[in-house]
Nanobody, 124 residues
Framework: VQLVESGGGSVQSGGSLRLTCAVT????????AGWFRQIPGHGREGVAY??????TAYADSAKGRFTISKDNAKNVYLQIENLQPEDTALYTC?????????????????????WGQGTQVTVS
C-alpha cells in the first residue's frame, strides 16, 4: 500500500485548496483513510476520517471548512475552504485496508498502518 499526497501550496487567507492522496492498494477493496496536519513544534492533529462505507468524521477545528471525499480510483481528497494562517501545516494522509479498517472507526485520530510523506500548505 502506497500513499502519495499532492495539492499543497501557498495561498492567501480566504482561499481554498484541494489536497489529493493517491492510494495504491492492489487487491484491496476495503480502504479507510484520514487526513492529519502537523505544525512545527506541535503534535500531529487528525482533521478528517473517511470510512470504507463512505461515512466521515471531522475534528472540531475542521468542521464547516474541511471536506473529505474519495473517488472510484481510490484517491482520497481533502477540500479546504476559507483557509486561514493557522491552517499552515504539513498535511499527511494515512490509510488502512481490510480488517484493520474495523479498528477505531470514525476516529479522526486513528493510528493508520500506512502513511504518505505529506504536502505543505502555507497560508498568508
Amino acid at each position: 500500500v502506497q500513499l502519495v499526497e499532492s495539492g499543497g501550496g501557498s495561498v492567501q487567507s480566504g482561499g481554498s485548496l484541494r489536497l489529493t492522496c493517491a492510494v495504491t492498494a492492489r487487491g484491496y477493496s476495503t480502504i479507510c483513510a484520514g487526513w492529519f496536519r502537523q505544525i512545527p513544534g506541535h503534535g500531529r492533529e487528525g482533521v478528517a476520517y473517511l470510512d470504507y462505507d463512505g461515512a466521515t468524521a471531522y475534528a472540531d477545528s475542521a468542521k464547516g471548512r474541511f471536506t473529505i471525499s474519495k473517488d472510484n480510483a481510490k484517491n482520497v481528497y481533502l477540500q479546504i475552504e476559507n483557509l486561514q494562517p493557522e491552517d499552515t501545516a504539513l498535511y499527511t494522509c494515512g490509510a488502512d485496508v481490510g480488517w484493520f479498517c474495523s479498528r477505531s472507526r470514525y476516529d479522526v485520530r486513528k493510528a493508520y498502518t500506512y502513511w504518505g510523506q505529506g504536502t505543505q500548505v502555507t497560508v498568508s
